[in-house]
């Protein structure tokens, strides 16, 4: 037999084993459709600029007008297969980012409610949960890291919910047949670009553009600006580079480790057929179990470290200043 046959014969048993590991990692990425507890839901608009303003139901409906095809995953020009200009459709992720907020949204505003209701009343339920956390993250990771009270209650919002929000897509991401939005480079980079402007932001406002300026420096004489100012900017970009990057890769990596614990089942199963795979099975669901609780510590442990190492930063950026607040003296 001649590697012609021989590609001809191994290339069905090829593709279907391509087919089923291409289509379980495609499952990670984002879409276009609301892909949900196993179903695929076509009900996502597809917004797109490029000549013009154009507005679909569907990602069917986009293809039925003839202008735009999926290629990929993404759209494109069904003429050219060039990528439009922008695509601002409604998309998986963003639809989980939605659910997240309702859902931190709802949460408080049912604790708010009782407190208002009784405020010298003990907590109970979900109040006092959420009443343990916030306290936690007051006391814990917040106050001993910027410095003074006031700082604490003015960051305290921002990082608050930045910890629930983030927790709270890694934990859908768990859920049978979900996904989880912070395995996306978009996602967690609009939360590092956040904590890079709220991380300055505080510093410029606490301290000073002066303090701030000065602290480019590095405590060096100022005749070496040249060679520290740009090893400082290169300093306060790759401080949220490290955490889009380590969110991203700690949440995707658990992903992929399920998937490809899932994927032996099949390449097994075809490979060397059912009775092989039947007997891989039970391994596989069992590290799949394994890694899943694991993924469970891992949701909670990244909201924490990116809340933690953002409350670092602040008290990084203000420097000899993060003991002293203007306000405080003002009061």
Known sequence: MNNEQQQLVESPVAAEEKSVFTELMGELGDHHELNMFFQHLPVLPVILVDNGFHVYANEHAMEEAGVFTMHEGHPVRTETGEHPAWDLSVTNFVVYEWIA??????LFSVAGRRYKKQPLAAPRGIQNVLESVVLYIRDEIVGP?????????RLMPYIMSLFFFILFLNLFGLLPGN??????????????ITAFGVVNYIAIKDAGIGAWLHHLLGGAPVYLAPIMIPIELVSLITKPFALMIRLFANMTAGHIVLLSLVGLIFFFSQDMGALVGSFVAPV???????IYLLELLVAFLQAYIFSMLTSVFVGLALGDHATDDHHSHAH
């Open 145 to 153: 890291n910027v410095g003074t009270p006031a700082r604490t209650n």
């Open 101 to 106: 907020m309702a859902v931190v949204i709802l």
């Open 179 to 192: 996904h989880a939005a912070t395995g996306a480079l978009g996602v967690t980079m609009a939360l590092a």
């Open 284 to 290: 596989s669901v069992l590290f799949s179990v394994f």
